[in-house]
């Protein structure tokens, strides 16, 4: 392309050349250029001169010589440039000019020639290289140190919150139905109503008469229970920020992360191919300093404006920390940020009335662009969606991946949805977050000392430990004495197994993917849910978490005895 | 090589190309809206975005949504109050034709159009309500709730999940299958974990956006073959075995062929998929990905393969650690679903609503090649894109059959390139022989009035041209207007055992002939290198290859490489 800009550029030139020079050859301007005055003056001021000169020195044969020379350069002449213009000679110097332009104009470029180049890998010799070429296996052989145990299977379902796993009927603590609006009678009639009058699929994408009025329904509950302009549903969980990710940031964007920001999230960014910058996780004041960089460096180089923003968490799935969002909100002002906000674990439950971790830091509808969230959380069905600006929406509608090119959420799963916000929406809704909210901080409060070899991760108190979800990471020095990594996953199993058959207490032990680029610890993950909220249970959990930690982790010999189980 | 065609199975048929005449009005339609575009957006300004922040779109996107699919996005998105069977309800909305309308929302007037659905994809008639998979799917819902709102790897296991991929394992002929909850994420977050940086890709030009994006965050390296062309795959994989990695020269690590298959179970004859009608033996391909949308009326895919795959799948792909698992009743859905087609319920209906699909299919293909559409697509596809080229053409389709109550949908930029803008039929099990009548009576009339009827006024040139511009019929010298297209729909359709109605006889010939080269159509699947059949389906990219041309141009691959697994 450079090539051929630069080829029309010489074209140009020289055409002009080709035109200055004809124009000249007519004009005044010829008197000036043309060999003819050149010649004329020559005569006037030299000849008479010469001539007498050389009669003086007697020099005839050289006299002659000249004399022969000057009728045919001289004043008509057949050489004389005079001649040459009258009859039209300057076509041939235009002619010759054209004739330049077009070789260059033809000609493809500096290409090496023969010798330089190497010679062609004959059909043999590529037999010969197929043939021996060894792929790698498929998939290569899961890492010893990568091998679990098998997840836990579910043998019977009371509701969300009760659950039957290897015989034993167990409180329910890693399904991220906080608030147990599934259970709700009106949302199962909701869905069973759905499923009879639509069916189960949408069996087409939203685009191609996949829209089901449902849906529209769902987006506008949902805009209006967030107070944003206007919601978009996508059916999938994870593939909801990974879509709106690069639907607003491309290849000379900029997105500035929390660098513990879970998977969808990098995976967004990666196939926005943007310029992804990190700062330290939950740290406002290395956010600061960032920005301040990325501003100083794009002055310095002089780039032209590009869209930048910023991708946090509400509550980080792999820590369940809460992001200072008030500080965030602040600096992405002042840097004129875009910010976007991962509410999955915080939707339904922070915020005073449900609104998530925004709300709970008091940002107010509108000051952030960007709000993504699951429907798998607070709503218990499946599904995501994203609120703020209609004009953010719209986007979404021709450029989000997901949304496009995928088939529409099932509509049952939407009416189910639907059927959930609104109980969210009433007061009864807003008191069972308000306990659940209570739940988490009493929660963490009671495993703040720690149950033994075990760590909270995140706030035991203040407004971010009301953070639904709460990991308990292994101390290092205990992480350390337990050695390889399998050892340590068997030995939380171990404490998770004595959890669930002594205590009758279902937690989640967290696994990550190879592909993830943050590597968090390993963990007991709890999710605070309505059920925990009784009277007494969550000293229940947390004295249970104390005596099978103490077991597993606490001693040595417990120690051993967890990698004795490996 | 060439048995099929020794067998007289039919010619693969000519890809369609649009007559010259057709892009130069196309682009001279798009230019003009451009211009006309731009000289609006002189006068109306968008709102600003806040000062010291660059628009939140890119503005040439911006502009192709606002000025030229502004005009005619009412026909997507069309919102429907009624499960996507064999008719729908299309709700109302304000008309935009003529006017100028911007993206706004629409307003709805209220009113609902019964219409016949040729828009979903609805292969085996499951997406209303069906008296084996409903009743099963309430009470799975009663008993499991509506959703586990946790991940299949901490506490979203059921015994629901663990029947579902072994039935869609037993059903494709694998060893095991991982399923996840949307289908669009089966590729995009799967594909990640099996390819990495040092991985060489080979994608059809046609794949999927979700192939496309899942190899796009897995690093790996792509190559383009053009569409369904082994010739070119095969040119391409062996320059690239042969050349390494670029500048370093290593030897890639992998190389997979990424084929996008087409629907699940809506083809051969027991419904096993696309493997199954080439004759190529499941457990030869290496991972097999679909989705659960458009055969089961449900939500979902799956990915299958060896065992060893499936384990690592298990432990490491991102949709299984992270993401919800797929709801119970959806899950239901799929499992009554397999089991219909499988004949549990003792009646025969599933292996029916089969054989009533390819009847169905093969009507509608038959009739419309016969009126001289380009359609593209083979025999026994339930998806038929029909070539329209012309984007102005391609509203005032979608409009006019809307208002004939036909539902069909249209694609246009960005999901095909600007000037391939086509239509799209999706057949259904549950289609009536009166409906497919009632949409080609519909279709006809359009057809003649919009002169998309390209194969009658084959040739383009000047002649073509005044055809067109005219709406008569070509003058002396061209082939008969009809003749031409159904000589080739007679072509196509005679090997099918004589009968008159088309393919269903021919179907067993034609399946015979492709077993017989399967022998060799396996050895390469999995010598070539680790391919991914990709059953599913889109529509820009049903013309999958045919089963005799498949198999004997796979068998060219055999000596490429060493066995992968």
Known sequence: MRRLTRK???????????????????????????????????RDVDAGKIIQALQEMRLRPIRQAWAEFWDIFGPGGRLHPDWFIEHQGHLFIEGGLMAIILVLFFQSGYRPSKEQEEEPLTEREIDELCREWKPEPLVPDIAEEDQLPEPPVIQEWENSHWV???????????????????????????ARATVERYGVGSCGPRGFYGTFDVHLQLEQDLAAFMGEEEAIIYSYDIATVASVIPAFASRADILVMDEGCSYPIQQGAKLSRARVFTFKHNDAGDLAALLGRIEAEEARERKPLCRRMIVVEGVYSNTGEVAPLRRIYELKERYKYRLCVEETL?????????????????????????????????????????????????????????????????????????????????????????????????????????PPGLVLAGAADGPAAASPVVHLHLDPSVESRLGPRPAVAAA????????????????????????????????????????????????HVASALREAAAEVLGGSDGGSDGGGAA | MGV????????????????????????????????????????????????????????????????????????????????????????????????????????????RQRCLNLGSYNYLGFAAADEYCTPRVLSTMEAWGISTCSSRAEGGTTPLHAELEGLVAEFLGTEDAITYGMGFATNSASIPALCGPGTLVLSDALNHTSIVAG???????????????????????????????????????????????????????????????????????????????????????????SKRLVAYLRRHSPAHLYAASIAPGAAQQIISALKLIRGDDGSGRGAAKVAQLHDNANYFRRKLLEMGLHVLGDWDSPVMPIMVYHIGLLASLSRRLLSRRVAMVVVGFPATPLLLCRCRVCISAAHSREDLDYALDALRDLVAASGIDF?????????????????????????????????????????????????????????????????????????GSSSIADSSSCGASADISRPGSAADSWAALAPSAAKSV
């Not at chain 1, 849910?529 to 000293?539: K, T």
């Not at chain 2, 099918?496 to 269903?504: D, L, T």
């Open chain 1, 346 to 450: 915080s939707f339904g439950v922070m915020g005073e009335r449900g609104r998530g971790a925004c709300e709970a830091a008091g940002l107010e509808p509108g000051q952030v662009e960007i709000i993504c969230a699951s429907m798998s959380g607070a709503l218990g069905s499946v599904g995501g969606f994203c609120v703020g600006h209609s004009e953010v929406c719209d986007h979404q509608r021709l450029c989000g991946q997901g949304y496009c090119f995928s088939a529409s959420l099932p509509p049952y799963l939407a009416t189910a949805a639907i059927a959930a916000l609104r109980i969210l929406g009433t007061p009864d809704g807003q008191a069972l977050a308000r306990r659940v909210r209570g739940a988490a901080a009493e929660l963490r409060a009671a495993l703040a000392a720690g």
């Open chain 2, 455 to 527: 194969a009658n006024r084959s040739g383009g040139g000047l002649r073509g041209l005044l055809a067109r511009l005219t709406g008569r019929a070509p003058p002396r010298g061209w082939r008969a207007p009809a003749g031409g297209a159904a000589a080739l729909a007679a072509e196509l359709s005679a090997p099918c055992g004589g009968c008159g109605e088309g393919a269903c006889g021919g179907l067993g010939s034609r399946r015979a002939s492709s077993d017989g080269s399967s022998c060799s159509g396996s050895a390469v699947v999995s010598g």
């Open chain 2, 4 to 111: 099929a065609a020794a067998e007289g199975a039919p010619p693969p048929p000519p890809h369609p190309r649009a007559a010259w005449y057709i892009n130069v009005l196309c682009t001279w339609t798009l230019s003009l809206l451009a211009f006309t575009g731009r000289i609006r957006d002189l006068f109306w300004t968008r709102p600003k975005t806040r000062k010291g922040f660059a628009e939140i779109s890119d503005p040439h996107q911006d502009f192709y949504n606002r000025r030229l699919y502004g005009r005619i996005h009412d026909c997507w998105n069309r919102p429907i109050a009624s499960a996507p069977g064999a008719w729908i309800d299309v709700m109302e909305r304000e008309d935009i034709a003529g006017s100028y309308k911007s993206t706004r929302k629409l307003a709805f007037t209220g009113r």
């Open chain 2, 215 to 305: 190899v796009k965050a897995s690093g790996a390296s792509v190559k383009v073959f053009r569409h369904n062309n082994v010739r070119h795959l095969e040119s391409l994989l062996r320059f690239h075995i042969a050349e390494g990695q670029p500048r370093t020269h290593r030897p890639w690590k992998k190389v997979r062929l990424r084929a996008w298959g087409c629907m699940r179970a809506a083809r051969g004859a027991a419904g096993a998929g696309l493997c199954e009608q080439a004759g190529v033996d499941p457990r030869d391909v290496d991972v097999l990905m679909g989705t659960f949308t458009k055969s089961f009326g449900s939500a979902g895919g799956y990915v299958a393969g």
């Open chain 1, 8 to 42: 029309a550029c010489l074209l140009a030139a020289l055409g002009l050349c080709a035109v200055a020079w004809s124009k000249a050859a007519e004009g005044p301007l010829r008197r000036a250029l043309s060999f003819s005055s050149l010649a004329t003056s020559l």
């Open chain 1, 164 to 190: 039957t796993v290897a015989g034993r009927r167990a409180l329910n603590l890693t399904a991220a139905d906080f608030l147990g609006l599934s259970n709700d009678p009106s949302v199962a009639a909701a």
């Open chain 1, 492 to 539: 939380l199993q171990r404490v998770a197994d004595i959890l669930l058959q002594r205590y009758g207490v279902f937690v989640a032990l967290p696994r990550y993917s190879v592909l993830d680029e943050v590597h968090p610890r390993q963990s007991i993950k709890l999710v605070a849910n309505a059920a925990l909220a009784s009277e007494g249970r969550v000293e």
